[in-house]
């Protein structure tokens, strides 16, 4: 899988947009972009992931550029209930199962949002 | 709808005792199993993962192993703890059928 670079952490004001960066500029054509997020002491959360083109659900909004090589996670409307860690992950969607779909995290970026 | 628990949440374990953690997942069946340990301050790292009964891999040599009994069922193991075991663990799923994997609640491990 293709490693993934993250800022360690930033800040974000309460009810503004968060505009989280990842950089996964050896990603290959196969491989799709997911981004978790891990509250304090609990398991990691899903939050989105897209292949190629733009997605978006009721948690977040996914940006990823035309080549590939970089993505950004968009919440919305931030609460201080979206203050976490939050993983940028890059993995193959192949349903191969000797392939057993492994998952590889970074560090993360910690997000802290203020009232 | 599928869930998965594991357990249990907390424990405290004397340097050469023995481990077990035990992960089950509901809802779903035939899906891959995975057990990560997330050290303090540190990102996640695969253990084990395993895609059907009996048939587990490991990711880096340690002191730990997994095994799985049933479909949907995944132990960690381990006959004599020592002290860098200490962490969190998480177990997780996916169906093959998707691509997502979903994690549960994690279990801390102190061994002192």
């Known amino acids: 899988d293709a490693k993934t670079t993250q800022p360690p952490s930033m800040d974000c004001a309460e009810g503004r947009a968060a505009n989280l960066p990842c950089n996964h500029s050896?990603?290959?054509?196969?491989?799709?972009v997911y981004w978790y997020r891990q509250i304090h002491s609990q398991g990691p959360q899903y939050i989105i992931h897209?292949?190629?083109n733009n997605e978006t659900n009721e948690m977040a909004s996914l940006i990823i550029t035309e080549d590939r090589k970089s993505s950004t996670l968009i919440l919305p409307h931030a609460t201080l209930r979206d203050t976490a860690v939050y993983y940028c992950?890059?993995?193959?969607?192949?349903?191969?199962?000797?392939?057993?779909?492994?998952?590889?995290f970074g560090g993360g970026t910690r997000v802290l949002v203020k009232p | 709808s599928q869930t998965i628990h594991q357990w249990p949440a907390t424990l405290v374990q004397p340097v050469g005792s023995p481990l077990s953690l035990e992960c089950t997942v509901e809802?779903?069946?035939?899906?891959?199993l995975y057990w990560y340990r997330q050290a303090a301050g540190r990102g996640l790292q695969l253990l084990f993962y395993?895609?059907?009964?009996?048939?587990i891999s490991s990711e880096v040599p340690q002191n730990l192993s997994a095994s799985r009994p049933q479909d949907r069922q995944f132990i960690l193991s381990s006959k004599k703890l020592l002290l860098s075991d200490s962490g969190f663990y998480l177990c997780?799923?996916?169906?093959?059928?998707?691509?997502?994997?979903?994690f549960g609640e994690g279990s801390w491990l102190t061994v002192v």
């Open positions: 050896t990603i290959s054509g196969n491989e799709y």
């Open positions: 809802g779903t069946s035939n899906p891959n």
């Open positions: 395993s895609v059907g009964i009996g048939q």
């Open positions: 997780a799923w996916d169906n093959r059928r998707g691509n997502t994997i979903y």
């Open positions: 992950i890059v993995r193959v969607g192949s349903m191969i199962k000797a392939a057993g779909n492994k998952l590889t």
């Open positions: 897209g292949l190629k």
